[in-house]
């Protein structure tokens, strides 16, 4: 729906011929790994074959995707219950994009749904004990705004416990092997957390990382096979994330991955112990290692396309490894590696929307010089360009879309849309990792923290500075774009280099940093204190107040496309219906999207549809003629 508030172009009809010409790019799907059946070689996914993500059951590699729940909201994860004789799952489900989940029990022999949780409250982070008994889940039922830990029997809810009354943001990590005791994150910041030992007999919950000099991160942890430690990805004493193993008795970190000048980011133990699966992210690129716990030598990995590599999962019986995996040329998909017969299977095979997946394009990694120096040499940033087919004849036009977080990273993979604007329109796409994206070391990752935010916006300023020195790109036909963190970045860069500029898109991006921290969900205001200033500090209020795009709308002197959901928890809707108001009340020309069933994001098809295509239009009118 549109907001219907001035007399510029809003909300306005799609042409029968662009849809007709989006429409292929539109309807790619791509399928995400849920869980391995506990005893059958067969696994659940999440897929769109109607408007939103639901759970499929598929029973072998490449076999038909059987859709089991048919929600008009996402369905974001599903478990079975590891148990004997259980036949049922647990998923989590949101309304209307509102990231209040609840908790909810799927019969697969009888397809009923049971609600689990009280409907109203924000709940997370469900993972089942090994034995299926009960499952640990983080909830903020008790205030709305602290992750309180909950214990659950599925197949007897009215038994229900709180566990643990928790303040600020919690994660459970992993049951210990006799599941007497839970592995328990504390979040504080990107840079900052802590882990703590629950044990169930005691109902107290240990701390294992105290407070210490250095400020250290800890990551996702498999508990050994012995129960006498676990693996755990941390960046104490080093630059990047590294895989450790913390022995509980002697107390004692010992890092396994010195070699690796890379972020590891995943990990999964196979049943028998032997084994860890981790992934590396290598300058963008997802790289999968096999570890042997004994010897602590790394295994030969398999052969895998080069792509972005997630949700790894060892099945409970037997010797596969789960993961998705997505290129270029191929949107997120299902896989799974045998370690015995060293083979690798494709369990899905996500429609492209009857397109030939060889038109889509590749990215190519470059390094561009930035404003400030580190070692007395221009600090140097990373971005993924990619350029328009042969038949479009350069200097390209530009978009240059930025990540959100702000602890993002643009990596390259399937485009999926994107591809649309490249094969269609002929536009170069160049996506950045400006200062305070993750990937490239903790130390960096603070670069943009408080006072500095605007160093981010400096890096866009030395982008375009870059673009005017490329002889296929037109530097006089760029476009700014961002959802979220990068919608701010979108509109930041407008109000400081619109004469640079043809256009910009806004999609839910924060406006005004004051109003932003004091109007996004209680739940998540800490963390986000944390990382852009806290707004209650009078000198930090008046900063963040100068820098806000809102603050400096009357700069924006290039058309802009805003586009938001009524739901938003995290940007609330407000900051982008002010900027709007305030660009058009200083005569700017404004388009403007507001989805009323959405939250951070478009979830359901025909909303993503409807904004793609404004976008395309937006684009066609501003950028390209």
């Given at each position: 729906?549109?907001?219907?508030?001035?007399?510029?172009?809003?909300?306005?009809?799609?042409?029968?011929?662009?849809?007709?010409?989006?429409?292929?790019?539109?309807?790619?799907?791509?399928?995400?790994?849920?869980?391995?059946?506990?005893?059958?070689?067969?696994?659940?996914?999440?897929?769109?074959?109607?408007?939103?993500?639901?759970?499929?059951?598929?029973?072998?590699?490449?076999?038909?995707?059987?859709?089991?729940?048919?929600?008009?909201?996402?369905?974001?994860?599903?478990?079975?219950?590891?148990?004997?004789?259980?036949?049922?799952?647990?998923?989590?489900?949101?309304?209307?994009?509102?990231?209040?989940?609840?908790?909810?029990?799927?019969?697969?022999?009888?397809?009923?749904?049971?609600?689990?949780?009280?409907?109203?409250?924000?709940?997370?982070?469900?993972?089942?004990?090994?034995?299926?008994?009960?499952?640990?889940?983080?909830?903020?039922?008790?205030?709305?705004?602290?992750?309180?830990?909950?214990?659950?029997?599925?197949?007897?809810?009215?038994?229900?416990?709180?566990?643990?009354?928790?303040?600020?943001?919690?994660?459970?990590?992993?049951?210990?092997?006799?599941?007497?005791?839970?592995?328990?994150?504390?979040?504080?910041?990107?840079?900052?957390?802590?882990?703590?030992?629950?044990?169930?007999?005691?109902?107290?919950?240990?701390?294992?990382?105290?407070?210490?000099?250095?400020?250290?991160?800890?990551?996702?942890?498999?508990?050994?096979?012995?129960?006498?430690?676990?693996f755990v990805i941390t960046d104490r004493?080093?630059?990047?994330?590294?895989?450790?193993?913390?022995?509980?008795?002697?107390?004692?970190?010992?890092?396994?991955?010195?070699?690796?000048?890379?972020?590891?980011?995943?990990?999964?133990?196979?049943?028998?112990?032997?084994?860890?699966?981790?992934?590396?992210?290598?300058?963008?690129?997802?790289?999968?290692?096999?570890?042997?716990?004994?010897?602590?030598?790394?295994?030969?990995?398999?052969?895998?396309?080069?792509?972005?590599?997630?949700?790894?999962?060892?099945?409970?019986?037997?010797?596969?490894?789960?993961?998705?995996?997505?290129?270029?040329?191929?949107?997120?998909?299902?896989?799974?590696?045998?370690?015995?017969?060293?083979?690798?299977?494709?369990?899905?095979?996500?429609?492209?929307?009857?397109?030939?997946?060889?038109?889509?394009?590749?990215?190519?990694?470059?390094?561009?010089?930035?404003?400030?120096?580190?070692?007395?040499?221009?600090?140097?940033?990373?971005?993924?360009?990619?350029?328009?087919?042969?038949?479009?004849?350069?200097?390209?036009?530009?978009?240059?879309?930025?990540?959100?977080?702000?602890?993002?990273?643009?990596?390259?993979?399937?485009?999926?849309?994107?591809?649309?604007?490249?094969?269609?329109?002929?536009?170069?796409?160049?996506?950045?990792?400006?200062?305070?994206?993750?990937?490239?070391?903790?130390?960096?990752?603070?670069?943009?923290?408080?006072?500095?935010?605007?160093?981010?916006?400096?890096?866009?300023?030395?982008?375009?500075?870059?673009?005017?020195?490329?002889?296929?790109?037109?530097?006089?036909?760029?476009?700014?774009?961002?959802?979220?963190?990068?919608?701010?970045?979108?509109?930041?860069?407008?109000?400081?280099?619109?004469?640079?500029?043809?256009?910009?898109?806004?999609?839910?991006?924060?406006?005004?940093?004051?109003?932003?921290?004091?109007?996004?969900?209680?739940?998540r205001r800490d963390l986000r204190r944390?990382?852009?200033?806290?707004?209650?500090?009078?000198?930090?209020?008046?900063?963040?107040?100068?820098?806000?795009?809102?603050?400096?709308?009357?700069?924006?002197?290039?058309?802009?496309?805003?586009?938001?959901?009524?739901?938003?928890?995290?940007?609330?809707?407000?900051?982008?219906?002010?900027?709007?108001?305030?660009?058009?009340?200083?005569?700017?020309?404004v388009w403007s999207v507001l989805a009323?069933?959405?939250?951070?994001?478009?979830?359901?098809?025909?909303?993503?549809?409807?904004?793609?295509?404004?976008?395309?239009?937006?684009?066609?009118?501003?950028?390209?003629?």
């Amino acid at each position: 729906d549109a907001e219907p508030d001035a007399p510029e172009i809003v909300n306005p009809a799609v042409p029968a011929e662009l849809r007709a010409r989006m429409n292929q790019y539109m309807n790619m799907r791509a399928a995400v790994f849920a869980d391995w059946h506990p005893r059958e070689r067969s696994m659940l996914i999440l897929t769109r074959f109607g408007d939103t993500m639901q759970v499929h059951s598929v029973q072998a590699p490449g076999a038909y995707r059987k859709q089991l729940t048919f929600f008009p909201d996402r369905v974001l994860g599903a478990s079975f219950s590891p148990g004997a004789g259980k036949d049922y799952f647990l998923f989590g489900m949101d309304t209307g994009g509102a990231e209040f989940y609840q908790l909810y029990r799927f019969g697969l022999s009888d397809g009923s749904v049971k609600l689990l949780t009280d409907g109203k409250s924000r709940n997370t982070g469900l993972l089942f004990n090994h034995r299926g008994t009960q499952a640990a889940y983080m909830s903020t039922r008790r205030n709305g705004r602290d992750n309180d830990l909950y214990l659950v029997d599925p197949e007897n809810p009215a038994a229900e416990k709180r566990a643990l009354d928790l303040k600020g943001t919690w994660v459970p990590l992993d049951w210990s092997p006799d599941d007497s005791r839970l592995l328990l994150l504390e979040q504080i910041s990107i840079n900052e957390t802590y882990l703590h030992l629950f044990d169930l007999a005691s109902g107290r919950a240990e701390p294992l990382t105290p407070p210490g000099v250095e400020k250290i991160a800890y990551g996702n942890a498999r508990w050994s096979k012995d129960g006498k430690g676990f693996f755990v990805i941390t960046d104490r004493g080093s630059e990047f994330q590294r895989l450790n193993y913390y022995d509980i008795g002697a107390k004692t970190f010992t890092s396994l991955t010195d070699d690796i000048p890379w972020d590891v980011e995943d990990l999964s133990l196979s049943p028998d112990g032997r084994v860890l699966a981790f992934t590396v992210n290598a300058d963008g690129i997802s790289e999968l290692h096999l570890l042997d716990t004994r010897t602590r030598r790394e295994l030969p990995p398999p052969r895998l396309p080069k792509g972005q590599i997630s949700n790894l999962k060892f099945r409970l019986q037997g010797s596969e490894l789960a993961f998705n995996l997505n290129s270029a040329k191929s949107p997120g998909d299902v896989y799974s590696y045998d370690l015995k017969t060293k083979m690798v299977e494709r369990w899905t095979f996500s429609e492209t929307g009857g397109l030939n997946p060889e038109i889509f394009l590749d990215a190519e990694l470059i390094h561009y010089p930035t404003f400030d120096q580190v070692g007395g040499k221009p600090r140097t940033l990373a971005a993924f360009v990619t350029r328009p087919p042969a038949k479009f004849k350069p200097p390209y036009p530009v978009i240059i879309d930025i990540h959100g977080g702000p602890e993002g990273q643009s990596r390259p993979g399937f485009q999926g849309r994107y591809d649309y604007f490249m094969n269609e329109m002929g536009i170069a796409l160049i996506e950045p990792n400006v200062r305070g994206s993750t990937g490239y070391g903790k130390s960096f990752t603070k670069l943009d923290n408080g006072f500095l935010r605007e160093d981010t916006v400096k890096d866009i300023g030395a982008l375009l500075d870059w673009v005017a020195t490329q002889p296929d790109l037109d530097a006089k036909r760029i476009a700014v774009m961002g959802g979220s963190y990068g919608g701010y970045m979108s509109l930041a860069t407008m109000t400081h280099f619109s004469d640079r500029l043809r256009c910009g898109i806004d999609i839910v991006g924060i406006s005004n940093f004051v109003t932003f921290l004091e109007s996004t969900q209680e739940y998540r205001r800490d963390l986000r204190r944390v990382e852009y200033g806290d707004e209650r500090d009078p000198k930090m209020r008046k900063f963040l107040l100068s820098i806000s795009p809102l603050t400096n709308a009357a700069k924006i002197r290039v058309p802009l496309l805003v586009a938001a959901g009524q739901n938003d928890p995290r940007v609330p809707v407000t900051e982008s219906q002010q900027v709007v108001k305030t660009v058009r009340s200083g005569g700017g020309q404004v388009w403007s999207v507001l989805a009323k069933d959405e939250g951070h994001g478009f979830a359901k098809k025909p909303n993503a549809d409807y904004v793609w295509n404004a976008i395309a239009m937006f684009l066609d009118q501003f950028l390209l003629k």
